[in-house]
């Protein structure tokens, strides 16, 4: 199943491209974006090397993940979102948007995009997103798609110089068909 490409309501996901680094920078060296994401803010060659490693990882038999680019209109690369496959029909949410595009909906239909993507065609069973306590945006997210909180994890991740804790939501594939959408 390469490449893919999956229409949102209002973005697209499809694979990441060496082209794409540039774009990548933009969020993942961002301290806006970074702040609320697993990772610090990273550099031009750490950008490179994550497009590299989602392009060579899409191409894996079995694919065990799903990193695409969130593009807009125009194709251009404004975020991305991840399903990472964790085991027996589950897989770990993860996503990012630009800073400059925050605000218009990208993160909940790329989300909903990938979610969707997940239970209906990779016939998964479970999905998990663990979000930073204090990034209600992404709270919002993920309740507005009809993710069930189940707890918090306790210094889940060492981000930004300090451990975080994170508040783990998820959502289970008879769930997602039967909530309107």
Known sequence: MYPITIPGRVITLREMRPDDAADA?????????????????????????????AVNRAQL?????????????????????????????????????????????YATDAARTIIGYGLRELRLHRITAAIGPDNAASITVAERLGMQYEGRLRDHVFTNGAWRDSLLYSILALEWTAAPR
Request: net charge negative; no cysteine.
């Open 25 to 53: 920078l933009a969020i993942i060296g961002d301290d806006r974006v970074t702040h609320w994401l697993s990772f610090d803010s990273r550099d031009h060659a750490a950008a490179v090397a994550m497009i590299e490693g």
């Open 61 to 105: 038999t079995p694919r065990a993940e799903y990193y695409l680019a969130v593009a807009d209109t125009e194709d251009r690369m404004i975020g991305f979102a991840r399903l990472g496959l964790t085991g027996h029909q589950a897989a770990k949410l993860g996503y990012a948007i630009n800073a400059d595009h925050w605000g218009h909906g």
